[in-house]
């Protein structure tokens, strides 16, 4: 028995930080939507890049499984260590190492979280954009080339990491990226590490690029009788070239759960949310352009406000909306679906998709980043309910067809994790293989989050 | 001899596209700077995927090197054939194969120049932004990351390539990203591509994200007496988050060359060169912003101008500054420098460097992208004479650890070639040797672009 063997090797070196209590274990083989528990043996709170190192190494010694875990908030049951073996809880490794105003950048530890980065920013006069909603770690949002509502404007993980550190499976410490602000000297590694949900080695550090908060901040809400219209508003803006630095769609019944758990009274029509960042002549000039569009498509209820107690209001209620929905039905789980396709094609897809679902017996609102083409149904299940859970994934499977008919992918930001791995072949075809030849190149013998990502032996 | 039966089995399938003619050969085995000549053994002119796939196939039964070619322009030696087999000559691939303007983007095949690319796109109000100067292909210009002028606002070819189509060593065809705008789904294989260098494959197609051209545009000049304050303008410029679309940096001997190869008059001082794309109220505003800021660090000789014909006159001498620095003396060869550091570092690095070329013998003019801290020396060598080439590389080699000490990078945009293989080991340390695991496992016959990128055997 090898991982026997490495827990006791590693309880020599974490001391109490190897935990095997019930609730550490508990916590750890639990996931955000539908998965079954799966608990891993053991559960490692390193504290430095040292330890994650001397832990890399002593599990490859004895053949031991390492999945990291950041928040824990990823969709796709990315951080359950269905092979057993270790979580490496990066929780304790949540220090803001350099704040670099000048140079718009940070370092930070992987387990410092959004919130609290942004918390430490504040005096600073910069943020760090990207905002899944939930209060993920920077490593996990890192791993899952997380986006949000904000990506339209400022990109998604991809574009806003410069470099960072990584363990690899056999222990050996790699630095990717500089702190310069391009570079073309070799493989992009630090590309390669983001998106790759710990399958080729455990984040320890991240280099990070900062926006300077704006001079002026403006948001609004508007109703729209049909899907359509809004989202040709949506295409509209893109093309004039109006930078929003959020646009997110919300469907009828999105609006009415909102209503019921945060208290709104949004008109129960799809709605866009907006908000633009820029100069108060700036911000003021794309209100209005916007506005115009809004009115060319019918839309209604029409409401722009600068106050930030109004647009704190309007993107908690947003970031609750996965809340909402779920409290819409009783002791339910969710299969949070995640399309994102060309957005010539989008009213197209949300159109289908909302016609799917309402055949079904499930519900599943709608709601998404539609700026970049992205949006999730979020379908209510009852828990041990098998027929429901395989009609919601029936309705999962057709809506990744239609984005892959559309020219678009399986998911545009939750990742892979295990509920998306039956379609990395379908998306990628003989690129595929490739990753799992970078896999086995990083990883030969399989341990850095074993079971997912790459074809399975 | 592996080469002679491989030329043997490619001239069946290419006829007469597989040329051994002395000027093809000539034409392959040269280079912008200083390499020595290093011809191919033959240069094959696909006209398709298809056909690239069995160059590939063939090459790899017979142990044959393959090097892709675009447009010949890059500065580190990336196109030479080093170690023989054949020159891959994409100019017969040169179709742009969908323009989509609702989703902004387009694909095209690799030999598509950037001129041609933005003239065909015209008519659609839309433009490519990567602008390296060159009239590079965009499959050069996705090996070797380029960025260029609109870097700071429009992002490099990592930012701009959606995804790509690839041949790999064994002849293998791979598909990489979609026409969505963001993806969670599996290692980021067209970033891995970007800036390869033709060494991990061949790039048959790429899906490009393209820009509205902008409702209005407005461009300036303006004069400083110290290299300092316009460096300080630069990064106040950014802090205050003015979206300049260009802000290139040239200094008192590149004014002066401008001058006597273009006609134009500037006074021999280091000149900020910038552009805004926006609204019309926007590039005005930002205007005034910025020339707000070039007062404050005295700046002079401010000129604004939004007419078409002095703005093409301002970026087509730019866009000579390299030639108009050769011209300065006759018969030279150059090479060319490319650091890239952390903005707060810029005006040491740019003084140092000045400091350090002013007490060499040769000359070397100074310019560069300085919005994302990257800037170029010019350095003039007589060719043959290795006593200047010596000096040149000193000097060079001390840049280089100028911007690895001040957290930078070898190369903002040039890229690896041969000129910077010799920083690769200082730069990445142990993720070099992650880079030559990369290699191995997609190319581990060593077949594309052989000699260049991973450590060498
Ligand atoms: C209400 C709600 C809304 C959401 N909205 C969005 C959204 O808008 N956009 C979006 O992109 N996502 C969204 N998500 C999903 C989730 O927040 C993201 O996937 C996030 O990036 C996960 O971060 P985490 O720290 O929770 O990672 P975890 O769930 O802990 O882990 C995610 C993956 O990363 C790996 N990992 C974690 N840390 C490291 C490390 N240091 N090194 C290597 N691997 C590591 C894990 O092994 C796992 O594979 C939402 C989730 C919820 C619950
Ligand atoms: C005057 C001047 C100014 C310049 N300014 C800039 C600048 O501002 N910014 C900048 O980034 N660069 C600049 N460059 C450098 C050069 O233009 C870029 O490096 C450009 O990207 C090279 O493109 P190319 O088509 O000429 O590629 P090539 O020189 O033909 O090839 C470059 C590399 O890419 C490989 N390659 C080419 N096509 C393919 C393919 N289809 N598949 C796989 N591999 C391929 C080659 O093997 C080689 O390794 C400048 C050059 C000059 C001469």
């Given at each position: 028995m090898p991982v026997p063997e490495a827990l006791t090797a590693l309880a020599k070196i974490l001391g109490d930080r190897l935990s095997r209590s019930k609730s550490d274990l508990d916590l750890h083989g639990?996931?955000?939507?539908?998965?079954p528990f799966a608990p891993p043996d053991a559960v490692a709170y390193p504290e430095t890049t040292e330890e994650v190192a001397a832990i890399a190494r002593i599990c490859a010694q004895h053949d031991c499984p390492m999945t990291g875990w950041g928040?824990?908030?990823?969709?796709?049951?990315?951080?359950?260590p269905v092979r057993g073996g270790i979580s490496v809880d990066?929780?304790?490794?949540?220090?803001?190492?350099?704040?670099?105003p000048q140079d718009m950048d940070c370092v930070v530890q992987p387990g410092v979280t959004r919130e609290a980065l942004n918390q430490e920013l504040r005096a600073t006069g910069l943020f760090f954009p990207v905002?899944?909603?939930?209060?993920?770690?920077l490593g996990g949002m890192a791993s899952t080339r997380a986006s949000g509502t904000t990506a339209v404007r400022y990109g998604t993980m991809r574009d806003n990491v410069l470099g960072l550190e990584a363990v690899l499976a056999d222990g050996r410490v790699i630095r990717t990226g500089t702190?310069?602000?391009?570079?073309?000297?070799?493989?992009d590694l630090t590309g390669l590490f983001v998106g790759a949900e710990g399958t080729l080695g455990l984040i320890t550090e991240l280099t990070l690029k900062l926006q300077g908060q704006p001079e002026a901040i403006s948001a609004a809400v508007c109703a729209f009788d049909e899907i359509g219209p809004a989202v040709e508003t949506v295409i509209e803006t893109i093309q004039m070239g109006i930078p929003m630095a959020r646009i997110e769609f919300v469907d009828a019944a999105t609006a009415a759960a909102v209503n019921a758990y945060s208290g709104a009274s949004f008109p129960e029509m799809p709605h866009l949310m907006v908000e633009f960042h820029g100069s108060e002549a700036g911000v003021a000039e794309q209100a209005e352009s916007f506005g115009a569009l809004v009115g060319e498509h019918g839309g209604h209820g029409f409401d722009w406000s600068s106050r930030p107690e109004d647009r704190n209001a309007l993107w908690t209620m947003r970031h609750n909306a996965y809340y909402a929905c779920l409290a819409t039905r009783k002791g339910a789980t969710a299969l949070v679906t995640d399309l994102c396709v060309p957005i010539s094609r989008l009213a197209e897809a949300v159109e289908e998709t909302r016609a799917d679902i309402a055949a079904a017996t499930i519900p599943g609102p709608i709601l998404g980043?539609?700026?970049?083409?992205n949006f999730h149904a979020i379908l209510l299940v009852e828990p041990g309910n098998t027929a429901e859970l395989d009609e919601a994934k029936a309705l999962s499977h057709r809506m990744v067809e239609r984005a892959l008919r559309m020219g678009?992918?399986?998911?545009?930001?939750?990742?892979?994790?295990?509920?998306?791995?039956?379609?990395m072949d379908k998306e990628h075809g003989a690129a595929w293989d490739v990753m799992g030849a970078l896999k086995q190149a990083l990883d030969p013998n399989n341990l850095?989050?074993?079971?997912?990502?790459v074809r399975q032996g």
């Open positions: 639990r996931n955000e939507t539908y998965f928040a824990g908030t990823s969709l796709e049951g990315h951080a359950l990066f929780s304790r490794m949540n220090r803001v190492l350099q704040i670099n905002d899944p909603g939930a209060n993920a770690s702190r310069a602000r391009k570079s073309a000297a070799g493989y980043h539609v700026g970049d083409g678009g992918t399986a998911t545009g930001e939750h990742g892979i994790g295990m509920g998306k791995l039956g379609y850095m989050n074993p079971g997912k990502m």
